[in-house]
T-cell receptor, first 118, second 114 residues
């Protein structure tokens, strides 16, 4: 069964601290995609990154980095030198292709609320 | 660019009332979907559409209807609102129905059913 677990419900850090948001997934497929979305206090979800199951290369984008490890079924997200503007709910999601390619199944984790205090 | 536009932003209904949540996108996206977000539950898929005239059920479709008469619009109808439908609703679209596409979300509709 397809499942995404974000065990950290809430995290609170002080500005400039590094913070890692965990994401563990379950799937029987060998081909899938993983995503991270950010939901700031304004409410709108924003796409951050997409990674396919064949690409385990880590990615860095400014203060954001992602560590994908198939061996542990994890796709963790690290914010370096956190800022108040990073305060948001972060969702990890798993997408698998269904048979026939007519649609797909996208499963979201329950989200992690990150609060960065000044 | 407007992106994905949802209206209204807030709505209060009485049990048994009906209403339609509007969603429109101006990106010529093939795929559109509706999610509901509840505390501690993440986002759950209600209905989706892979093109005009084609809709299908998601994870939690009961109590909701959809239609897709044009590429741009994908309204969500609550036929007889129930308190269990109190939630935040998001419309999302993507360029294609492929499973690797990123989603573009609207700003959400906060619905309360009394």
């Amino acid at each position: 069964a397809q499942k995404v677990t974000q065990a950290q419900t809430e995290i609170s850090v002080v500005e400039k601290e590094d913070v890692t948001l965990d994401c563990v997934y379950e799937t029987r497929d060998t081909t899938y995609y993983l995503f991270w979305y950010k939901q700031p206090p304004s409410g709108e979800l924003v796409f951050l990154i997409r990674r396919n199951s064949f690409d385990e290369q880590n990615e860095i984008s400014g203060r954001y980095s992602w560590n994908f490890q198939k061996s542990t079924s994890s796709f963790n997200f690290t914010i370096t030198a956190s800022q108040v503007v990073d305060s948001a709910v972060y969702f990890c999601a798993l997408s698998e292709e269904r048979s026939g390619g007519s649609n797909y199944k996208l499963t979201f984790g329950k989200g992690t609320l990150l609060t960065v205090n000044p | 660019n407007a992106g994905v536009t949802q209206t209204p932003k807030f709505q209060v209904l009485k049990t048994g009332q009906s209403m339609t949540l509007q969603c429109a996108q101006d990106m010529n996206h093939e795929y559109m979907s509706w999610y509901r977000q509840d505390p501690g539950m993440g986002l759950r898929l209600i209905h989706y559409s892979v093109g005009a005239g084609i809709t299908d059920q998601g994870e939690v479709p009961n109590g909701y209807n959809v239609s897709r008469s044009t590429t741009e619009d994908f309204p969500l109808r609550l036929l007889s609102a129930a308190p269990s439908q109190t939630s935040v609703y998001f419309c999302a679209s993507s360029y294609s129905k492929a499973y690797n596409e990123k989603l573009f979300f609207g700003s959400g509709t906060q619905l309360s059913v009394l």
